[in-house]
C-alpha cells in the first residue's frame, strides 16, 4: 500500500521559514519523481518544486531563491525547506509521488505565514 505522510507544517510570521518533509512507503522510492504542490483557499493546485530520481530539480518562479527541495533515497524522504516566507505561500502544501502514469498524493499538511 502506498503512502505518502506529510509534516512539518505550521504557523510562521513572514519572513520566518519552515521545513516539510513527506515519507514515503509502499513504492520503489528511488525510481520516482518528488514533488511538493500547494493549494490555498479558492486557488487550483500549483507546482511548487519537484525533483526527479537523478536529483534534477524543478520551482515555480514564486520560490525561486526561497525554497530548496532535497530527497533521502536512504530514508525514502523528500523534504522542502522554505525560507523567507510570505503570506502568499499560505497554503495546503501536498507531497506527491510519480513514475510514468503512476501519480499518489499525501493528505496535504497546512502552512500559514501570518503575524
Known amino acids: 500500500q502506498v503512502q505518502l505522510v506529510e509534516s512539518g507544517g505550521g504557523l510562521v510570521q513572514p519572513g520566518g521559514s519552515l521545513r516539510l518533509s513527506c515519507a514515503a512507503s509502499?513504492?520503489?522510492?528511488?525510481?520516482?519523481?518528488m514533488g511538493w504542490y500547494r493549494q490555498a483557499p479558492g486557488k487550483q493546485r500549483e507546482l511548487v518544486a519537484t525533483?526527479?530520481?537523478?536529483?534534477?530539480?524543478n520551482y515555480a518562479d514564486s520560490v525561486k531563491g526561497r525554497f530548496t527541495i532535497s530527497r533521502d533515497n536512504a530514508r525514502n524522504t523528500v523534504s522542502l525547506q522554505m525560507n523567507s516566507l510570505k503570506p502568499e505561500d499560505t497554503a495546503v502544501y501536498y507531497c506527491?509521488?510519480?513514475?510514468?502514469?503512476?501519480?499518489?498524493w499525501g493528505q496535504g499538511t497546512q502552512v500559514t505565514v501570518s503575524s
Open positions: 509502499g513504492i520503489s522510492f528511488s525510481l520516482y519523481t
Open positions: 506527491k509521488a510519480a513514475f510514468v502514469s503512476i501519480e499518489r
Open positions: 525533483i526527479t530520481s537523478g536529483g534534477n530539480t
